[in-house]
Structure formats: C-alpha cells, structure tokens
C-alpha cells in the first residue's frame, strides 16, 4: 500500500493551489487560512477542555517539619 503522499508529486500540487486559487479567489485566501486556523483551535480546545481551562499549578510547599515525639515512658514494674 503506497502513501497518499507518495503519489503527489510537485506538480499536481501546483494544479491543485491553482484550483483554489480560482476558486476562491487571492483575496479571500488569507481570511479562508485564519478561519481554518481558528476552527482547528476550538475544535482542539473541545477535544480536550482540561488541558486549555486549567492553568499550571506552582509545586506545593512540603509541610513544616514536625518536632521529634518521644515515645511515653512505661512506668516502673510494681507502680499502677
């Protein structure tokens, strides 16, 4: 199986913008590639809303150092 790619070759690529170009005309290109640009923006944006809504977090302060507990002491054997 050949690649889609592998098949275009310099000048039907050409052919094809020169298509477009009729098509839409020079002007109008321009404002077609940002509109393309800014649906292909939202479409991300839609695919994936918690990585464009949340906002890095700064690394967490480790807590403060807890003073050093001695163990209770068992009272003398005899002594309740």
Known sequence: MTPVF???DMPII???G??????????RLPKL???MGLAKKEFDTALHPT???VEPQPPAE???PQPPTTPPQ???P???
């Open 51 to 53: 990585m464009s809504s």
């Open 74 to 76: 068992n009272p003398p």
């Open 14 to 16: 050409i052919a094809i």
């Open 78 to 80: 005899g002594q309740t």
């Open 33 to 35: 590639a940002r509109s």
């Open 62 to 64: 480790p807590p403060p």
């Open 6 to 8: 592998a098949i275009l």
């Open 18 to 27: 020169a298509v477009i170009v009729l098509l839409f005309g020079a002007d």
